[in-house]
């Protein structure tokens, strides 16, 4: 199982212990480091600075919203920073929901979704391999556009520039039970954003036959503390925003998710208070349990022996979320 480091997005403004970050986990050996975009900063300018400050580490993004882009400009993004990293780009994508989609980027939220992914990997994939023009007779990605307000006048075209890899790994960020079958079909891995090691069987019938190389890549919050209730805090802050704040109240994927780990009830009271205004008390209904399950946290010795439990399964992949240098230091050292 390899480590990676997931910086996330941006907050209020650039974080400038990411680099720092960055950087330290390269030296640790840390195979990854992985950026997101939500509606502020992006992925890729990040993700891109830090290549240039690097030399060895794997560059990810998870996850990059297809709403932000065009599948052709999204392939061009990685094939240009795969150039500039000299091959260390991996790009991860994820649909995100109807309140971003049409809330951010103005655009309706597909009536498909598997159908919508399926086009953006497809058309990526060809922009990569750079075979033949882009050519795609699709529902929501059609390559040449064909809709009745176009000219008419557009035609297949043709990467000008020749890929560095024709193969740069293509993940997905997938919450569904059938956008994860689908994601172990037509990706090269998966990026769960809740995995816990004891409920496996949440996601076993979407995981089944695996192929050999599939990467299975969750995020954890991890940190080497004394006290177990203080440093899962963070955790329920990040679960209570996305559960509460990540979706609207008829249609969140995160708290249908939640629900399916086993914590229907619960998903429905942080939604409830978070959309009530009362955000505090939305983070602190967050089951302690819950978070515990999904993240790396308390004195070394208990992490170590919880980090067996995710060795277990099926993740190649753990992407470390800590701000913590000494913490990443930890898991190395563990994962060893």
């Given amino acids: ?23 330290a986990a390269e030296e640790l050996g840390y195979h990854s480091v992985w950026t997101a975009e939500a509606w502020g900063s992006d992925a890729f300018t990040p993700l891109t600075w830090i290549a240039a400050h ?27 920073l795969d150039h500039l990293s000299g091959g260390r780009m991996m790009l991860g994508l994820g649909l995100s929901g109807p309140q971003v989609v049409e809330g951010w980027y103005g655009r309706p939220f597909p009536s498909s979704p598997l159908t919508a992914t ?9 922009v990569l391999r750079r075979e033949a023009p882009v050519e795609l007779d699709g529902r929501f990605h059609a390559h040449p556009y064909g809709g009745a307000d176009g000219t ?26 059938k956008n994860i079958a689908q ?46 209730a203080e440093g899962l805090l963070p955790v329920k802050a990040m679960l209570g925003f996305y559960i509460g704040g990540m979706g609207h109240a008829a249609r969140n994927f ?10 229907g009830d619960e998903a429905r009271r942080i939604q409830d208070l978070f959309l009530a205004g009362r955000r505090d008390e939305a983070v602190l209904a967050v089951p302690d349990a819950f978070a515990d399950e999904i993240s790396l ?23 470390v979320t800590s701000p913590d240098p000494n913490t990443l230091r930890v898991l190395a050292d563990l994962n060893a």
């Fill in 1 to 23: 199982m390899r480590l990676g480091l997931a910086l996330g997005y941006w907050g209020r403004g650039p974080n400038p212990a990411h680099l720092e970050l960055a950087c």
């Fill in 54 to 80: 690097t030399s060895r580490i794997g560059l990810g993004t998870a996850v990059a919203q297809m709403a932000a882009r065009t599948p052709t400009a999204t392939a061009m993004h990685a094939l240009t």
């Fill in 118 to 126: 399926r086009e953006y990997v497809d058309v990526i994939r060809q």
């Fill in 152 to 177: 008419g006048l557009g035609k297949p075209l043709k990467a000008i520039t020749h890929p560095l890899r024709p193969d740069i790994p293509v993940l997905l960020g997938a919450e569904g039970p």
């Fill in 183 to 228: 994601t172990t079909r037509i990706a090269d891995g998966w990026l769960p954003l809740y995995w816990s090691p004891t409920r496996t069987d949440a996601y076993e019938a979407s995981l089944t036959g695996l192929r050999d190389g599939f990467l299975v890549a969750p995020m954890v919050r991890a940190h080497v503390c004394d006290d177990v």
């Fill in 254 to 263: 995160h708290a249908d998710l939640m629900a399916r780990m086993g914590y």
């Fill in 297 to 319: 946290v308390g004195p070394r010795q208990r992490i170590a022996e919880r980090l067996e439990l995710w060795r277990t399964g099926p993740v190649t992949d753990l992407l």
